[in-house]
């Protein structure tokens, strides 16, 4: 239906204001009635809020949103949620009702493209092993003759699933001189030749590559999906990077080859995401640690709420949605 939407925005609490602050709400009144902000859907307040709304835009921490929720929403008529993954925050239920789901996965797709290919361009330079150096020596460091394989020219890169994120790091290493190799079990022939790769088998990919970038979603079928044996494959000097879930490789095989000195990293999603103090992750020199910062962060909210906010415009205009979440695309989808 087209016309004006009633909304709600779901969300946890200490989201809403940091996505959500008064001015960016206001932007949103002019398309649409705001019916109110909630964090759970089981009190009596909620769920009268619910049973008047036709579109719920969601965040991180957003309460699930199952059979149960739906009964309460029988206006319910979309979900444009406010971040990438959508799994963790509705049941199948949803889209079996008909409800459209739209996420912001291609906008927070850009900061984690970006960060990645700076990591890939870092790697491929080795700074981690001429900065450490540098440290220890405090004196000249002759990088041709310590590093001489360092360089952006003529390496390869291999990128473990042509998701979003993937499929925008593809896009921004063009104007490199890489070689770029996919593996991803859905890529056909002729995607890979639109994206400009060689789609080759994991196996391979990790062998022969330099830096291996890791951004396949987390399923059942992905889970450790990089394990101890694969691990092993990876060239002497090789970096592993993981934006993805800590979850498909096996950490502790990789922290065994990094302590050896046989490989480097940067991770920004280990497993637990908070190591316990004292873990060797935290002090190798061969590791590059973030927390968890490679997605939309600070500003870089403004780029989600922008793109829920052209969601709604379309919805309501009635003309299509740009980044609806396909029925038969939920099984394979974070």
Avoid at 108 to 113: D, F, H, M
Avoid at 120 to 144: F, G, S
Wanted: proline content about 6%; cysteine-free; glycine content about 6%.
């Amino acid at each position: 239906m087209t016309g004006r939407k009633r909304i709600a925005f779901a969300m946890a609490e200490s989201v809403r204001p940091r996505m959500y602050p008064a001015e960016r709400v206001a932007e949103f009144a002019q398309v649409a009635d705001v019916a109110g902000f909630l964090h759970e859907f089981g009190s009596d307040a909620a769920r009268r809020t619910l049973a008047d709304v036709d579109v719920l835009i969601t965040g991180w921490g957003a309460p699930g949103i199952d059979a149960d929720v739906l009964a309460a929403a029988p206006r319910l008529e979309a979900i444009l949620h406010s971040a990438g993954s959508v799994k963790p925050y509705l049941t199948e239920d949803v889209l079996a009702r008909g409800i459209r789901v739209s996420s912001a996965a291609v906008a927070n797709a850009i900061p984690v493209a970006e960060y990645t290919v700076a990591m890939i361009v870092l790697a491929n330079k080795a700074v981690l092993p001429a900065a450490a150096r540098y440290r220890a020596l405090q004196d000249d460091v002759q990088p041709d003759s310590d590093f001489p394989d360092m360089g952006n020219y003529r390496k390869r890169v291999g990128i473990v699933g042509a998701s979003t994120i993937g499929r925008k790091v593809i896009e921004l290493l063009r104007s490199y001189s890489l070689e770029v190799v996919v593996y991803d079990p859905f890529l056909t022939v002729a995607d890979a030749a639109d994206l400009g790769v060689t789609s080759v088998e994991l196996d391979e990919l990790l062998v022969t590559s330099d830096v291996v970038s890791v951004h396949a979603p987390s399923l059942p079928t992905t889970d450790n999906m990089i394990d101890a044996r694969r691990i092993a494959l990876m060239r002497h000097g090789a970096t592993l990077i993981n934006t993805a879930r800590g979850e498909i490789i096996d950490q502790d095989a990789l922290t065994a080859r990094v302590v050896d000195h046989e490989l480097y990293a940067v991770l920004d999603v280990p497993v637990p995401e908070v190591l316990p103090p004292g873990h060797p992750l935290y002090t190798s020199d061969r590791v590059l640690l973030t927390p968890h910062i490679a997605g939309s962060l600070g500003t870089e909210l403004g780029r989600l709420t922008g793109s829920v906010l052209d969601e709604l415009r379309r919805l309501t205009a009635g003309d299509p949605l740009a980044h609806e979440l396909a029925r038969e695309r939920f099984a394979i989808t974070a």
